[in-house]
């Protein structure tokens, strides 16, 4: 069932006020993507009937036809030649748009569990100068497993974010400079490493309650096992080292 305050937003798109950001043709829409053949061709058309901004697609290494769907679909694609993971997938999209002169950047996933008409929504979060980063939060999506990562990393970072790890996500033109920075580089994952950074950064970070599908195919690589799990958790605990300062942080300011 959808939460009663999402029922009247789903489907209906929220009109912007005079001109929420400021330049709304430089808006670009980047989708991290590995083995996703399934879904691509999907997402990038879903996208394009509600939106008409550039759409690119970062391949990271995939071994299926993910690339050329996203292609034959009308998206840019960023092909890597190194596996990086979607942290790293999306920086490279990030850096791709700073460098094209984008100033607002809007990620999704590529499996289909992000609706494309809450971007509105999104946007109108960053409109006026009111936030540098709006993130589309759905905890009602969360595993136990998820659940358990979530409650444990805002204990030991104060992160007052109730959706740590969504990757539908805006960020203005600072937040793309921060995150396209040799420092952010370092991470592994979209999640509390890039939301430490922000923090550090003085950027404003706001949640904004969306709906999000089920995978259309697949499964999280960071939640699909216990074991996989207690590897992120301990990676992402000594990232955030508590009652000292982020490391990256650190580095940030030599």
Known sequence: MMPKQLQAAHGAIPAYKNQPMARLDQVILLIPAFNEESSISTVIKQIQRRWNWPIVVIDDCSTDATAKLARDAGATVLPLTLQLGAWGAIQTGLR????????????????????????????????????????????????????????YFRWLTGLKLEDITSGFRAYNSRAISALASPVASLLDYQDVGVLLILRH??????????????????????????????????????????????????????
Not at 111 to 137: F, M, R, T, W
Not at 230 to 253: F, H, I
Request: glycine letters at 6%; charged letters at 20%; one cysteine or more.
């Open 96 to 151: 791709y748009a700073l460098r094209q002169g984008y100033q607002t950047a809007v990620t999704l996933d590529a499996d289909g569990q992000h609706d494309p008409n809450h971007i509105s929504e999104l946007l109108e979060a960053l409109a006026d100068d009111q936030a540098d980063v709006a993130i589309g939060a759905f905890p009602e999506r969360a595993s136990r497993a998820r659940r358990i990562a979530w409650f």
């Open 201 to 254: 950064q003085g950027l404003r970070i706001v949640e904004v309650p969306v709906w999000m599908e089920r995978r259309i195919q697949g499964a999280s690589r960071v939640f699909r096992s216990w074991w996989v799990v207690g590897q992120y958790m301990l990676q992402t605990s000594v990232l955030s080292r508590p009652g000292r300062p982020c490391p990256l942080a650190t580095l940030a300011n030599k």
